[in-house]
């Protein structure tokens, strides 16, 4: 007598799925559930997205070789089970993930960024010749905010106040638009406000009206840098140093433009020029002006002597000199002044070291090494010789102290180290004797002298902060745009709005009392004065 169906399935050896099945569930729930304290959800959501995967090729090689169902049937379970896998495949255009490693899936029928930005120049090209000139504001901007966090890259905006009553007057929107892909600050400076994005197959230097958005000149050249966990596109907010923009692309072309015009004075390459290798996620330092140098760190994974920080003539782009042979990281070279030697502060992938200004000798260096060399977060400048740095994956925060022995040789000292803040790609801010960061995405007041967390409050995200009075005024991840008492007694949240769509990594600009806001999509200008 044949086999009946029932007997057919009598003989399938199932419990080897079962197991797969509960062990995989088992394995993804501890570690979501894991305490963030010990355990960064970056890690947790990668682990368990190789758990699931992990799960998926053992449930497939149990039906090819070891469930004993029939080979016709298991032929036909095998083809429809690849056909769902690769279902996504003919819907999913691409994936984001955030700086937890959350996947955002971008479907293929949603509009294409690229097809966006180029429709709204078209438009507004169209609108400027049917008027016959651009509508524009009459009223001149005093906007500065001339490079990454501000004019001493201390995240501090001091211009005109701002107010900080949102929840009974709310920013107010003046303008917002489609940009190219990219993670640059706006830097501003007059009426102009410059950053780099990707255009297509090409990195752009763009200048705007900051009074009205209106594109106002472009430098573009072929260069596109991609990689699928950070996104696409350049990383390093432009430099506006008077009449000229100094801009460092993903791929480490340097560019200096005239800022009226955009017309280009020279360029070179910090990386092809001196043999060097790429960072896995590109070039992120913006471009220090010291004076008549333009410093950079293009410090490679197969860095040589004299090529970790170089310094390139301003007027020129004749390299000037070049120190160390340090990977760089992704935080951008500051100036400071210790025992009254002016020194060049970076933030490298194994360390932080303190450089003579004039690139003659490397004076101190901390070692400060994390997971691939992600050290992100700019390192802060805190009495007269002190240094707060900060990184995620587990490492925390260090408050070092800089001295000078008798000698002349310098020294790095901890102060304290802790995980009371765990910085990835934020960088903190310090305020009367306290320090506001984002500790794995959430708000922490932590005491500067202790290192003692005061307060733990508030989901931001990646974001990033700045701080005007004594407000701080922080970009979420997830484009929201809050203001939250800069308080070491309490947390207070005093206002928040829908700023922007889509994960947002790039840091705000605060000038002439408004907020400059952007990232991968779209940008937008905010009138938050008071």
């Not at 729930?29 to 758990?51: H, I, K």
């Not at 200004?357 to 009495?383: H, K």
């Not at 407000?471 to 206002?495: C, H």
Request: proline share 5%.
């Amino acid at each position: 007598m044949p086999n009946t169906g029932n007997e057919s399935l009598s003989r399938v050896r199932f419990w080897p799925a079962l197991a797969i099945v509960f062990c995989s569930v088992a394995i993804i729930t501890a570690l979501q559930f894991a305490p963030g304290e010990q355990l960064p959800a970056q890690y947790r959501n990668f682990a368990s997205m190789l758990v699931g995967a992990v799960a998926v090729l053992a449930l497939l090689l149990w039906l090819a070789f070891f469930s004993q169902i029939t080979i016709r049937r298991r032929v036909t379970l095998l083809a429809v089970s690849i056909l769902v896998l690769a279902m996504p495949f003919a819907v999913v255009d691409h994936v984001e993930f955030t700086g937890d490693i959350e996947p955002h899936v971008v479907f293929r029928w949603k509009k294409d960024r690229a097809e966006i930005l180029q429709a709204h120049r078209e438009q507004a090209s169209r609108t400027i010749q049917s008027f016959g000139e651009e509508t524009e504001s009459t009223q001149s901007l005093d906007a500065q905010w001339p490079g990454f966090r501000g004019p001493d890259r201390s995240g501090i905006y001091r211009g005109e106040p701002i107010r900080t009553n949102w929840t009974e007057l709310p920013p107010r929107l003046l303008w917002k638009q489609p940009i190219g892909e990219g993670h640059a600050q706006i830097a501003l400076s007059g009426n102009r406000a410059i950053t780099i994005e990707q255009r297509g197959a090409n990195e752009a230097v763009t200048c705007y009206d900051a009074r009205n958005g209106a594109e106002r000149w472009v430098h573009s050249y072929q260069t596109r840098f991609a990689e699928t966990m950070g996104g696409d596109g350049p990383r390093a907010t432009p430099t506006i140093d008077g009449d000229k923009v100094f801009s460092l692309g993903a791929s480490g072309r340097l560019t200096c433009l005239q800022a009226d015009t955009g017309k280009v004075e020279w360029e070179v390459n910090i990386l092809k020029d001196d043999g060097l290798a790429n960072l896995s996620w590109g070039m992120s330092g913006s471009p220090l002006i010291l004076r008549d140098l333009v410093i950079v760190s293009p410090g490679g994974p197969t860095s040589a002597i004299g090529k970790a920080v170089v310094a390139y003539s301003r007027d020129t782009g004749e390299v000037i000199w070049g120190i160390g042979s340090a990977q760089a990281g992704y935080s951008s070279p500051e100036v400071a002044e210790f025992d009254g030697v002016e020194q060049i502060i970076v933030l490298e992938a194994e360390g932080v070291a303190g450089y003579q200004s004039d690139g003659s000798a490397e004076l101190w260096r901390y070692a400060w090494p994390t997971q691939q060399g992600i050290n992100c977060s700019q390192p802060i400048l805190v009495g007269s010789n002190r240094v707060l740095i900060t990184a995620g994956y587990t490492m925390g925060s260090a408050l070092l102290e800089v001295t000078r022995s008798a000698d002349d040789s310098w020294q790095a000292q901890p102060v304290w180290e802790k995980t009371t803040l765990r910085g990835k790609f934020s960088t903190p801010i310090a305020h009367e004797g306290f320090i506001y960061g984002l500790d794995e995405g959430i708000l922490v007041c932590i005491d500067l002298e202790t290192g003692r967390r005061e307060w733990k409050q508030g989901r931001y995200g990646h974001g990033q902060l700045l701080l005007a009075g004594d407000a701080l005024f922080i970009q979420a991840e997830n484009g929201d745009l809050a203001v939250v008492a800069a308080d070491p007694k309490q947390y207070r949240e005093l206002g928040r709005i829908s700023a922007l769509e889509g994960r947002t990594w790039n840091t705000p600009a605060l000038a002439a009392g408004r907020a400059f806001v952007r990232n991968h999509q779209e940008m937008a200008c905010f009138d938050i004065s008071r």
